[in-house]
């Protein structure tokens, strides 16, 4: 059964640091996105993006933040500087179209040190 | 802007029993899907079941059925049979039908539901 692979399960970094969170969606979707999850609470939208752009961003996602699809497979999260309140569990999703299920990532737990 | 509202932090069922979750939704659009999702401890998003609001009917998986009345906003979750499996955290989540609005998940804030022996 297809699924949504994402890269790493767990990353430490230190504050400041740049990380990369990456995706690899199901291949024949066409909507694709990130959400985050602080511990113990709901589950948040960073951004969707669709036809190699993005469709709409949340609040949480400035200027920190970036998404890729460089190679028509890979989808991934840039934070430029992280920060200690980033430290959360990263899902990314991916969907055929705006009618189906959205398919979700085993996620990626950031912390930020 | 749409919002999702789940009012029961925590919820407990006995195995074999039926426990209903709540959830309750603002929108001013007319067409839009609602779905719940189920987290186990692994923290994997896993859909349960799915609701097309032009659909009248309740949707049902296996086990799990919704209660939809779409004039109260309101999409409650049913598990019947419950097995020490279905332990987990429940997030209802609501998802604009319109295109321009990217298809994005609006969800609520989760219940965690246990399962007792």
């Known amino acids: 059964e297809p699924e949504v692979t994402q890269t790493p399960s767990h990353q430490v970094t230190q504050m400041g640091q740049e990380v990369i969170l990456r995706c690899v969606p199901i291949?024949?979707?066409?909507?694709f996105y990130w959400y985050r999850q602080i511990l113990g609470q709901k589950v948040e939208f960073l951004v969707s993006?669709?036809?190699?752009?993005?469709?709409?961003k949340s609040e949480i996602f400035d200027d920190q933040f970036s998404v890729e699809r460089p190679d028509g497979s890979n989808f991934t999260l840039k934070i430029r500087s992280t920060k200690l309140e980033d430290s959360a569990m990263y899902f990314c999703?991916?969907?055929?179209?705006?009618?189906?299920?959205?398919?979700f990532g085993q996620g990626t737990r950031l912390t930020v040190v | 802007a749409q919002t999702v509202t789940q009012s029961q932090p925590e919820m407990s069922v006995q195995e074999a029993e039926t426990v209903t979750l709540s959830c309750t939704y603002d929108t001013s659009e007319s067409d839009y899907y609602l779905f719940w999702y189920k987290q186990p401890p692994s923290r994997q998003m896993i859909l349960v079941i799915r609701q097309e609001a032009y659909k009248q009917q309740n949707a049902t998986e296996n086990r799990f059925s919704v209660n939809f009345q779409k004039a109260a906003k309101s999409f409650s979750l049913k598990i019947s049979d419950s097995q020490l499996g279905d332990a987990a955290m429940y997030f209802c989540?609501?998802?604009?039908?319109?295109?321009?609005?990217?298809?994005?998940?609006?969800f609520g804030q989760g219940t965690e539901l246990s399962v007792k022996p």
């Open positions: 999703a991916s969907r055929t179209g705006l009618n189906t299920e959205a398919f």
């Open positions: 989540a609501y998802s604009s039908a319109l295109g321009n609005q990217g298809g994005k998940l609006i």
């Open positions: 993006f669709y036809n190699n752009e993005i469709s709409e």
């Open positions: 291949s024949n979707h066409l909507y």
